[in-house]
Nanobody
Framework: HVQLVESGGGPVQDGGSLTLSCTASGYGAGSACMAWFRQVPGKEREGVAMINRKGTTRYGDSVRHRFTISKDSARKTVTLQMNSLKPEDTAMYYC??????????????????????WGLGTQVTVS
């Protein structure tokens, strides 16, 4: 049974930085595609960043060059470093995983419907 637990959210000033972490249990994060999504009430879930088994990353247009996703397969953690935060980055941030079998996940598609495991989310508020 896969569990994803996010941490690191909270209030931050406009222009500030914050680091989110996601720890996976029940399955390693190394072979999976791991991603961060965010959602504001009343809006669709938005893809923020993802990293696949090979380490290839992809970012949403609104966060490119400000956010960085990385993973530590040995510690089963995925980190999202968020810099130059803006009020419009305020949202609930969710960690997600996509497991595609023994060979691992090499997708770079930030489509939330492709991800089958989700954390409960951590709130980020920028003001």
């Amino acid at each position: 049974h896969v569990q994803l637990v996010e941490s690191g959210g909270g209030p931050v000033q406009d222009g500030g930085s914050l680091t989110l972490s996601c720890t996976a249990s029940g399955y390693g994060a190394g072979s999976a595609c791991m991603a961060w999504f965010r959602q504001v009430p009343g809006k669709e879930r938005e893809g923020v960043a993802m990293i696949n088994r090979k380490g290839t990353t992809r970012y949403g247009d609104s966060v490119r060059h400000r956010f960085t996703i990385s993973k530590d397969s040995a510690r089963k953690t995925v980190t999202l470093q968020m810099n130059s935060l803006k009020p419009e980055d305020t949202a609930m941030y969710y960690c997600a995983a996509q497991y595609t079998g023994f060979s691992g996940c090499y997708s770079t598609d930030l489509d939330p419907t492709l991800f089958d495991h989700w954390g409960l989310g951590t709130q980020v508020t920028v003001s």
